[in-house]
T-cell receptor, first 115, second 109 residues
Framework: NAGVTQTPKFRILKIGQSMTLQCTQDMNHNYMYWYRQDPGMGLKLIYYSVGAGITDKGEVPNGYNVSRSTTEDFPLRLELAAPSQTSVYFC??????????????FGPGTRLTVT | GEDVEQSLFLSVREGDSSVINCTYTDSSSTYLYWYKQEPGAGLQLLTYIFSNMDMKQDQRLTVLLNKKDKHLSLRIADTQTGDSAIYFCAESNTDKLIFGTGTRLQVFP
């Protein structure tokens, strides 16, 4: 299994451009998550999904959109990039059952700079 | 609200023990977790503890849980340079994990 894969690894965007960060997992996990990690900070949850066709906002959803048309894929869309979105973005998945162990498996991250 | 707090930095000499502390707020968390993040990488689960336990040992790692004080700690025995990383504690909340701010552990020779 490849686990959780993310593309691209690095990207530089100009203000106002848009892009999609790709995330794919091959572990048949129902739960998937997008986080951002600013320098020297912890993780902030952007969006998450508990299954195909279901998405929900996290702590910092503004400026982002997601979709979950398949179990495997959970792309994150930035429509109008702003410097405040400069960050490292992590995708994670989990086989989580309600009330059970909720181990999350993380991808390697996408480092995004908006100038 | 939910908040998980950790100190930002810890510096230890190689061979000493490291203790990383965390306070959490959600007393209904079923599990509590420790994740490790090495430079340039994503987070990896290091260990976890079920909420009805007060201690868990796994080789060089010891997790202590004080539910009354909502305090979680991770002790690393015989700390090595390869243990240098950022360590995050996390509590579970329905469909999500709430992560702490992370503690950067630096090991010097």
């Amino acid at each position: 299994n490849a686990g959780v894969t993310q593309t691209p690894k690095f990207r530089i965007l100009k203000i106002g451009q848009s892009m999609t960060l790709q995330c794919t997992q091959d572990m048949n996990h129902n739960y998937m998550y997008w986080y951002r990690q600013d320098p020297g900070m912890g993780l902030k949850l952007i969006y998450y999904s508990v299954g195909a066709g279901i998405t929900d906002k996290g702590e910092v959803p503004n400026g982002y959109n997601v979709s979950r048309s398949t179990t495997e894929d959970f792309p994150l869309r930035l429509e109008l990039a702003a410097p405040s979105q400069t960050s490292v973005y992590f995708c994670a998945s989990s086989p989580r059952l309600a009330g059970g162990l909720a181990e999350q498996y993380f991808g390697p991250g996408t480092r995004l700079t908006v100038t | 609200g939910e908040d998980v707090e950790q100190s930002l930095f810890l510096s230890v000499r190689e061979g000493d023990s490291s203790v990383i502390n965390c306070t959490y707020t959600d007393s209904s968390s079923t599990y509590l977790y420790w994740y490790k993040q090495e430079p340039g990488a994503g987070l990896q689960l290091l260990t976890y503890i079920f909420s009805n336990m007060d201690m868990k040992q796994d080789q060089r790692l010891t997790v202590l849980l004080n539910k009354k004080d909502k305090h979680l700690s991770l002790r690393i025995a015989d700390t090595q340079t390869g243990d240098s990383a950022i360590y995050f504690c996390a509590e579970s909340n329905t469909d999500k994990l709430i992560f702490g701010t992370g503690t950067r552990l630096q090991v010097f020779p």
